[in-house]
């Protein structure tokens, strides 16, 4: 016999958890679907030494505050931690194991169909993250070459390449934080930096980023785009003598059109102008022992890290016509009772973004079960 609830949630990482507490919370009933034996399974599997690179005041899930002894930046094994006693304290009970295969309109509700039952619901909320899908981009050469390729996705910490030349490709926030953590684990990290990449220090005197960025939208996005270069060249330095050349999009305007947010360094950047991590420009092809480059030069390396992102996955699950919108709530996902969560990612920061999220989609779930009570009730 079919299930049936009110609110399936696909997906048990942070914007999972984080909506079923607000539905807890307000009282309604729902059904957590979760692929792997684990809550927040993509968490687990991070790099050893990522922290967030958001405040802990404004990275908290709806209702529960980090700890006062967490430091200000939350290590991954904390912030497990942390989402382990978040499911507890809600008494959220994924169903563990459940792989979801294709989710179809039946009427004004949804079949949700799974490896194991089919589930019939209302409304359904895809919590399944940006990073459910590794993005491995082709390369001419890449079979030939000859050392270990691997995603960043799949990178845990420097032991493997200490001492070793490694190449990393990319350097957004995962790739600048591998290779810091590779020269600091005693390899020879070089960077393949495709076009420009927009980088900000973590904190600006004293002040986290974070909170920069969230004041910083009181201006005009133009004023931002313009004095952020100024502001960053005299925290960070003039960058592009070491090949780090800011991209012809501002950086507001950046993260407003393609949903990118600057790298945030953390200590990559000394270590660049100390020479002891390499900048590269992009792959022009890779060759059996490393990688040659556009600007001619090539380069040998035992091993070719590719942190060249990923992406969501979900769009595969539906059906033509049924696309939702942008993240969050709006007209659209209200008409059709899909809501995406945690899609996207702001410069006052993902983790902030998805506790709104969260309780707006909460919010406008009630509202509109409330309304078809009302309705229901009327006369006809």
């Known amino acids: 016999m079919d299930d049936t609830t009110p609110v399936a949630i696909i997906g ?27 809550a927040a399974p993509a968490w687990r599997r991070h790099y050893e030494r990522v922290h967030l690179h958001t405040a802990k005041r404004f990275s908290s899930l709806p209702f529960a505050p980090f700890p006062r002894d967490y430091p200000r930046y939350v290590p991954r094994d904390l912030f497990v931690d942390y989402l382990d006693a978040y499911a507890q304290r809600f008494d959220l009970r994924p169903r563990f194991g ?64 200490a001492g070793r030349p490694v190449l990393i490709v990319g350097m957004g926030n995962t790739g600048a934080e591998i290779a810091l953590d590779l020269v600091e684990g005693g390899a020879r990290p070089t960077i393949s930096v495709r076009g420009g990449v927009h ?57 407003a059109l393609s949903s990118r947010i600057p790298t945030i360094d953390i200590g990559t950047v000394r270590k660049i102008r100390e020479g002891a991590i390499k900048v590269a420009p992009d792959i022009a092809e890779i060759t059996e022992q490393g990688a040659r480059f556009t600007d001619g030069r090539h380069g040998e390396f035992d091993a070719i890290i590719f942190a060249t992102g990923f992406r969501p996955g979900y769009a595969k699950l539906l059906e ?39 309780e707006q989609i909460a919010d406008d779930i009630s509202l509109r079960r409330n309304r078809k009570k009302v309705a229901e009730a009327l006369p006809v």
């Open 199 to 255: 980088i900000v220090p973590r904190e600006l005197l004293g002040v986290p980023i974070q909170m920069i960025g969230m004041a910083a939208r009181l201006m005009p996005q133009r004023i931002n785009d313009a004095l952020f270069p100024i502001i960053l060249d005299l925290a960070l330095g003039r960058l592009g003598k070491y090949g780090l050349r800011r991209p012809q999009q501002g950086m507001l305007q950046q993260i």
């Open 12 to 38: 048990a990482g942070p914007a999972g958890l984080a909506i079923a507490a607000c539905l807890r919370q307000s009282g309604q009933d729902f059904v957590l679907l979760e692929k792997e034996q684990q």
């Open 98 to 161: 459940e792989t979801v295969r294709a989710i179809t309109r039946r009427g004004r509700s949804w079949l949700v169909d799974t490896t194991t039952d089919p589930l019939h619901a209302s409304n359904v909320v895809i919590a399944s993250g940006n990073n459910a899908e590794p993005l491995m981009p082709g390369f001419a050469g890449a079979d030939t070459f000859k050392g270990r390729k691997l995603h960043s996705a799949d990178y845990r910490n420097a032991m493997p390449f």
């Open 320 to 358: 033509p016509g049924v696309q939702p919108e942008r993240s969050g709530v709006n007209a659209r996902a209200s008409e059709l009772g899909l809501y995406l969560i945690g899609f996207h990612n702001p410069v006052t920061g993902l983790l902030r973004e998805i506790s709104i999220e969260a």
